[in-house]
């Protein structure tokens, strides 16, 4: 067999297309959202590359027309959990002995069919299923989905590349071994490249999966592993199954090949999974791989130098693209009172002008909310906000369910620094602003860096140099994801590696080597080319 030293094609970010009017993108996109409206499927389960239905049928209907059916997935139980294990413990060996090269040929493919023939499928599935307008959806299902994939398999090769050094006499290696046992991806409603990222990041480095998705984004997902094995994808490498996450854990998390978890998700299911790892931590055969990001209560903070315009429309932005669903939004602003007069009038200009309604109008900036129980708790926190006498809802304010799951964006100025909003993580379209006394900057960054338990994202808007290199240092701790005079949204593969601290998360930066490295247990290896005989050194002799 021939052997030779292969070098990946470079990686290079997807283009974002436009969706103008006239344009092709624009044709194939209405296309697609009419045959997926149009049918009403019936989505399997995939344990070892077959489909495993059951008779639990639960429905599929889109946030923001709720009577709407677009189909069904079956929902498992714990023995489905068992058999999705078994079928990667069984894979495991075959895949991780497999070459790099062919590992990395699987996932390329994969890349080029989302970011080709299945673009507009995808896109439209993620718009249907998890009411996105077309330009979210085209960054994340089709964009940064291809992005992780294709980056990923570039630092594969990096890592693959990186040796110690050796001599004359003793030649060094590392060998990077998958873990032992299989991975759990548990994986979130708000982005389809997460949810297709988690599983194939750890696959890549030669690890099997169970793929338990967010119920909410089983339309989406479906697709993501149909792509996954046209592509070539090995019967087991991936498992995917639809259970509650109380029946996955169960099975999972006292098994002894658990190897370790990729998570995005709630602070307070991600803490409760670790104390369950913990407690069980002497069933495993290794220590588990705990690889986490969840909550944020992302900060803006302008400083008196700032522009006004550009901080409101950072916060319109940054606090309702796509309802606030995002773990970066925007959901607390500092305002200076000398400027607070300019900034409130240009967001005025946005809120007027901003439309909310079903995704299939491209006009609308705002869609709806995944479901009924995200609904209710927003809506719960709005009616407080509107009886309490310290917060005064500037916009919005107003929400109906009817039809679907409708919050309107929504401003609320508070006087107190610590009022709830400003503080609970609240995953929809609302923002609290927060006006300080200008000449109390520094005690501005101190409640921006104490408000929260979370360290996910914030951006920080001034003019002055001294001063943003001040607040970076002050705020060093405060967000994983720092941006300076922009929205804290929109990071993008091999640009803004993601991920936070404290109560954000393992800070281990999706879409960069340093993920990818928490999926391999790496091996050294000395060989030494002329071997002493003799016990003796040098240091003995007479």
Not at 114 to 134: D, E, F
Not at 298 to 312: D, T
Not at 437 to 445: A, G, L, Q, S, Y
Request: hydrophobic share 40%; charged share 20%; net charge negative.
């Amino acid at each position: 067999m021939q052997k030779s030293l292969y070098f990946v094609p470079p990686a290079e970010n997807e283009p974002v297309l436009s969706y103008k009017s006239g344009s092709p993108e624009r044709a194939s996109i209405l296309e697609a959202l009419e045959c997926a409206k149009s049918l009403e499927v019936d989505i399997p389960m995939i344990i070892n590359g077959q489909e495993v239905r059951t008779d639990n049928k639960i429905k599929i209907s889109p946030p923001h027309d709720h009577q709407k059916l677009l189909g069904y997935y079956s929902r498992g139980t714990e023995t489905h959990v068992q058999q999705a294990i078994d079928a990667a413990l069984a894979a495991r060996e075959h895949w991780a002995s497999m070459s790099w090269k062919q590992r990395a040929s699987i996932f390329l493919k994969a890349a080029g069919m989302i970011s080709g023939p299945y673009r507009a499928r995808i896109n439209a599935a993620t718009m249907l299923g998890q009411s996105k307008s077309v330009h979210q959806a085209e960054i994340d299902a089709a964009c940064e989905l291809a992005d992780f994939l294709r980056f990923n398999v570039q630092y594969m090769a990096e890592i693959y590349n990186e040796q110690p050094a050796s001599d004359a006499l003793i030649w060094n290696r590392t060998e990077q071994r998958g873990l032992e046992g299989f991975v759990f991806a548990l994986t979130p409603f708000n982005f389809t490249a997460i949810a297709g990222n988690l599983p194939s990041a750890p696959a890549l480095m030669g690890n099997t999966i169970v793929w338990k998705p967010s119920n909410a984004q089983i339309y989406s997902a479906a697709i993501i592993m149909e792509i996954f094995m046209e592509a070539g994808l090995p019967d087991g490498v991936i498992n995917l199954v639809f259970v509650s996450g109380p029946t996955a854990g169960k099975v999972i998390f006292s098994h002894r090949d658990f190897a370790g978890i990729h998570f995005t998700g709630s602070t307070s299911v991600f803490q409760n999974i670790w104390k369950e790892i913990g407690n069980n931590i002497h069933k495993y055969r290794s220590y588990p791989r705990i690889v986490g990001e969840t909550g944020g209560k992302n900060f803006v903070l302008m400083h008196e130098s700032a522009n006004a315009s550009q901080v409101a429309t950072a916060l319109t932005r940054g606090a309702f693209e796509y309802q606030g669903q995002k773990c970066s939004a925007a959901s607390r602003a500092y305002i200076p009172d000398n400027l607070w007069d300019k900034v409130l009038e240009e967001i005025k200009c946005d809120m007027d002008t901003m439309k909310m309604g079903p995704v299939e109008n491209f006009s609308n900036f705002v869609n709806a909310v995944i479901d009924e129980a995200s609904f209710d708790k927003l809506a719960g926190f709005i009616d407080a906000a509107k009886k309490d006498k310290e917060v005064e809802i500037l916009f919005g304010g107003n929400y109906d369910k009817s039809v679907g799951y409708f919050i309107e964006p929504t401003i609320i100025l508070t006087k107190d620094p610590h009022y709830v909003t400003m503080e609970e993580e609240l995953f929809g379209p609302i923002l609290t602003i927060y006006v300080y006394d200008h000449t109390k900057f520094e005690e501005t960054i101190e409640l921006v860096d104490n408000t929260s338990i979370y360290a996910l994202t914030g951006s920080v808007f001034s003019k002055d140099r001294f001063v943003i290199e001040h607040v970076m240092e002050k705020l060093k701790h405060a967000a994983g994801n720092f941006y300076i005079n922009d929205k804290p949204t929109g990071a993008i593969v091999n640009m803004q590696p993601f991920g936070g601290a404290r109560g954000s998360g393992t800070n281990d930066k999706a879409g960069s080597k340093l993920n990818l490295l928490r999926w391999v247990s790496p091996r050294t290896i000395k060989e030494c080319f002329v071997p002493p005989v003799s016990y003796k050194y040098p240091f003995m002799e007479d």
